[in-house]
């Protein structure tokens, strides 16, 4: 069992700079892809981005280049930079950790971009 616990988010104004952590339970975090997804009101859950046992990273069109996704397996900890956010950004974040057949949620932290 993996337990997630997002932070980070908040109210920002566009142009403005969010880092949401998420931290990991499992000390076999490293073995874990991990991926940000979010959700706005009315919509379907969507990947944001997206980070490998490996490393590897991909974005949603939508974030290249303003975002950026890391991982500490040493603290078990995934980390998404959001920059140049705006308020099409504006939903609850969630942290997913998947391995095969097998994928774990956290309780979603919400970003607000409004001025």
């Known amino acids: 069992q993996v337990q997630l616990v997002e932070s980070g988010g908040g109210l920002v104004q566009p142009g403005g700079s969010l880092r949401l952590s998420c931290a990991a339970s499992s000390s076999i975090f490293r073995v874990y892809n991990m991926g940000w997804y979010r959700q706005a009101p009315g919509k379907q859950r969507e990947l944001v981005a997206a980070i490998t046992s490996g490393g590897s990273t991909n974005y949603a069109d939508s974030v290249k280049g303003r975002f950026t996704i890391s991982r500490d397996n040493a603290k078990n900890t995934v980390y998404l930079q959001m920059n140049s956010l705006k308020p099409e950004d504006t939903a609850v974040y969630y942290c997913?950790?998947?391995?095969?057949?097998?994928?774990?949620w956290g309780q979603g932290t919400k970003v607000t971009v409004s001025s």
């Open positions: 997913n950790a998947a391995r095969t057949i097998i994928s774990y």
